[in-house]
């Protein structure tokens, strides 16, 4: 049999493979979309506590005083500084005990303190570790990328995982 003379398509079936593929490149575009958004969503959530926990301008130490159900109160005394120590506020899941000593920084315009140091640097991007989690899914799922889902997943499951190591040992 000679291929020479290649049996045409009719005109709708051409349409409908090119109305299919427009589809498939229209659900990839959109599961793209939905990964990116979520990792963007993690970033921007992380960097308000992440960039006072990385680069603080007002650094010290808090000694945890009283603790409600959310939030330690305590003393900030400022690094360097000899002056009355300033009453601020901790979150309790990373205060550790009361009369505890701890490194912090100070969120600009606000009696807020996040923790310093590599336990408070991990903690600040949790939720970017966790929209790596959930953006993993999309990957895997609607993109059919295994492996870069997995690597998200891994790396999600590792800030999560270390934050919680440090800040419990």
Do not use: Q
């Given at each position: 049999?000679?291929t020479?003379?290649?049996?045409?398509?009719?005109?709708t079936?051409?349409?409908?493979?090119?109305?299919?593929?427009l589809?498939?490149?229209?659900?990839?575009?959109?599961?793209?979309l939905?990964?990116?958004?979520?990792?963007l969503a993690?970033?921007?959530?992380?960097?308000?506590?992440?960039?006072?926990?990385?680069?603080?301008?007002?650094?010290?130490?808090?000694?945890?005083?009283?603790?409600g159900?959310?939030?330690?109160?305590?003393?900030?005394?400022?690094?360097?500084?000899?002056?009355?120590?300033?009453?601020?506020?901790?979150?309790?899941?990373?205060?550790?005990e009361?009369g505890?000593?701890?490194?912090v920084?100070?969120?600009?315009?606000?009696?807020?303190?996040?923790?310093?140091?590599?336990?408070?640097?991990?903690?600040?991007?949790?939720?970017?570790?966790?929209?790596?989690?959930?953006?993993?899914?999309?990957?895997?799922?609607?993109?059919?990328?295994?492996?870069?889902?997995?690597?998200?997943?891994?790396?999600?499951?590792?800030?999560?995982?270390?934050?919680?190591?440090?800040?419990?040992?």
């Open positions: 049999m000679s020479d003379n290649p049996v045409k398509r009719s005109r079936r051409r349409m409908g493979e090119s109305a299919y593929g589809l498939l490149l229209a659900r990839t575009g959109l599961m793209g939905i990964a990116l958004l979520l990792v993690g970033v921007w959530t992380s960097w308000g506590t992440a960039k006072p926990a990385m680069t603080g301008k007002e650094t010290g130490t808090v000694t945890v005083r009283t603790c159900d959310d939030e330690c109160t305590g003393l900030f005394a400022r690094e360097g500084a000899a002056g009355k120590p300033e009453k601020v506020t901790v979150a309790r899941s990373v205060s550790g009361t505890e000593t701890l490194d920084a100070v969120k600009p315009g606000t009696d807020h303190v996040v923790r310093t140091g590599p336990a408070g640097i991990l903690y600040a991007w949790v939720p970017l570790g966790g929209s790596l989690l959930l953006a993993s899914l999309v990957v895997a799922g609607g993109l059919r990328l295994k492996k870069t889902a997995l690597g998200m997943g891994l790396f999600g499951a590792l800030v999560m995982g270390g934050a919680w190591a440090l800040l419990n040992f």
